[in-house]
């Protein structure tokens, strides 16, 4: 495949994920992966030191799911909603089902009756499976930059 259509597929990928996080809809978000994948919220300096463990882990869509579902039904948060802005994808390798890149992103949160805010900066570093024409994350770890990030993290990054 070209590496422009690839890139575009990404681009587009990037903005229905923004998108659907921003639009509430994150019923919609356990479909973006594998059935069995990877996804891992941490921070630069555990990335560094190779520290497994993250804020959010899941290994699985089914994990995934029961997440919207707890956001939705269990768990009790300051409403809110995050608007994502990611920059272009840097494609580190590729073949016929499989891809792999890093995308930097901004992640703001607007909170009702507050200031929006910087709430996470980092990167994405993802890896996606083909799935027909369309793209998949088999694996998605977000690196924060900082180490300060908030624990009680609602919505997904």
């Given at each position: 495949m070209p590496s422009d259509t690839l890139r575009e597929q990404l681009l587009d990928f990037h903005a229905g994920y923004s998108r659907c996080i921003a639009a509430d809809e994150l019923e919609a978000w356990p479909e973006m992966f594998t059935a069995e994948c990877h996804y891992r919220v941490t921070t630069a300096e555990n990335e560094r030191e190779g520290h497994a463990a993250?804020?959010?882990y899941?290994?699985?869509r089914a994990?995934?799911?029961d997440?919207?579902?707890?956001l939705r039904h269990a768990n009790i948060y300051e409403r809110q909603r995050y608007r994502h802005l990611t920059g272009s994808p840097y494609l580190l390798g590729s073949d016929a089902g499989s891809a792999r890149c890093e995308t930097p992103f901004?992640?703001?949160r607007i909170v009702q009756d507050d200031a929006t805010s910087l709430y996470a900066s980092g990167v994405y570093r993802d890896e996606f499976a083909r799935d027909g024409?369309?793209?998949l994350l088999k694996s998605r770890v977000v690196v924060c930059d900082s180490r300060r990030v908030d624990t009680l993290m609602a919505i997904p990054l």
């Open positions: 993250g804020l959010i899941a290994n699985s994990m995934l799911r997440r919207i579902s707890a901004l992640v703001l024409e369309r793209l």
